[in-house]
T-cell receptor
Framework: DTEVTQTPKHLVMGMTNKKSLKCEQH?????MYWYKQKAKKPPELMFV???????INESVPSRFSPECPNSSLLNLHLHALQPEDSALYLC?????????????FGPGTRLTVL | AQSVTQLGSHVSVSEGALVLLRCNYS??????LFWYVQYPNQGLQLLLK??????LVKGINGFEAEFKKSETSFHLTKPSAHMSDAAEYFC??????????????FGQGTTLQVKP
């Protein structure tokens, strides 16, 4: 299994809702990432987990809450989002954080906040 | 600090013509460099990477890139464009340092249009 899966593929939520994005990989990678990509822009890093511990938070607002329950799974919990948070959320994994291993990207979850 | 600049936000070529997408980097340490492709409504797919081995790197789908330290460049080329190459292309540098984060810094992207 050489892929990163993300669910759901699309998500529409209101500003008062609570939802979660899920990312899974079974490649034995020990680093996992959340990126945010606005339309016509490059991805921007949000969080890095290394060995299930949060190693980087790129000053992301607290309405985004990451969680790494085990080495294969990465969640992003969403609460009280704003319309400007609408974007493509990409999960990625790599064998180790900072090594030469290729970051594998998932297909993304397209989030719309109403 | 590392950074990447992609010259040309939009490149248009005819089918069968040479593809050249430009990328210049800035890094205080030897960089790891990547080219990714993104098709509409999809994630990023790795085309190729440079990790300080051979300076000419061959990737998937007939693409290759040459690392030129003197020019701080990592341009992506393909001898003959195919209609299926139409997509968004991102050059990226991996941030390296004591924290060893694995963070990727992306260029602004280049949209490749292939005309029949």
């Amino acid at each position: 299994d050489t892929e990163v899966t993300q669910t759901p593929k699309h998500l529409v939520m209101g500003m008062t809702n609570k939802k979660s994005l899920k990312c899974e990989q079974h490649m034995g990678h020990r680093a996992m990432y959340w990126y945010k990509q606005k339309a016509k822009k490059p991805p921007e890093l949000m969080f890095v987990y290394s060995y299930e511990k949060l190693s980087i938070n790129e000053s992301v607002p607290s309405r985004f809450s990451p969680e790494c329950p085990n080495s294969s799974l990465l969640n992003l919990h969403l609460h009280a989002l704003q319309p400007e948070d609408s974007a493509l959320y990409l999960c990625a994994s790599s064998p180790l954080a900072g090594g030469v291993g290729d970051p594998f990207f998932g297909p993304g979850t397209r989030l719309t906040v109403l | 600090a590392q950074s990447v600049t992609q010259l040309g936000s939009h490149v248009s070529v005819s089918e069968g013509a040479l593809v050249l997408l430009r990328c210049n980097y800035s890094s205080s340490v030897p960089p790891y460099l990547f080219w990714y492709v993104q098709y509409p409504n999809q994630g990023l797919q790795l085309l190729l990477k440079y990790t300080s081995a051979a300076t000419l790197v061959k990737g998937i789908n007939g693409f290759e890139a040459e690392f030129k330290k003197s020019e701080t460049s990592f341009h992506l080329t393909k001898p003959s464009a195919h209609m299926s190459d139409a997509a968004e292309y991102f050059c990226a540098v991996s941030v390296r340092g004591s924290s060893n984060t694995g963070k990727l810094i992306f260029g602004q992207g280049t949209t490749l249009q292939v005309k029949p």
